[in-house]
């Protein structure tokens, strides 16, 4: 069973920056696509980038596109995601994911494995 552990969250002012972490254990991190997905108070669950497991290829939101930057490190089962110039309207629980089967994987139903959430919060 693969477990997916996030970390890295916390308070931080706007235009400031953060670096979240995704330690994965019980599989074959290099061969999963990895995402990462957000929610905020009273909304849905949305993407936010992803990368596959082989060349490897990132996607992004537009949301985020230029400001976050998601990457892995095979030999130590992490990934993670570098958020620069945080804005208010990232707050939010921020989720990693994993799929078996896909190379590379943009929404929440294609992914098998969920952590459980670190918090991110920017003030303004």
């Known amino acids: 069973q693969v477990q997916l552990v996030e970390s890295g969250g916390g308070l931080v002012q706007a235009g400031g920056s953060l670096r979240l972490s995704c330690a994965a254990s019980g599989g074959t991190f290099s061969t999963y696509a990895m995402g990462w997905f957000r929610q905020a108070p009273g909304k849905e669950r949305e993407f936010v980038a992803a990368?596959?497991?082989?060349?490897?290829?990132?996607y992004y939101a537009d949301a985020v596109k230029d400001r976050f930057t998601i990457s892995r490190d095979n030999a130590k089962n992490t990934l993670y995601l570098r958020m620069n110039s945080l804005k208010p309207e990232d707050t939010a629980v921020y989720y990693c994911?994993?799929?078996?089967?896909?190379?590379?994987?943009?929404?929440?139903?294609?992914?098998?494995?969920w952590g459980q959430g670190t918090q991110v919060t920017v003030s303004s």
């Open positions: 994911a994993a799929d078996r089967d896909s190379t590379l994987c943009l929404t929440e139903d294609e992914y098998d494995y």
């Open positions: 990368v596959s497991w082989t060349d490897p290829r990132t």
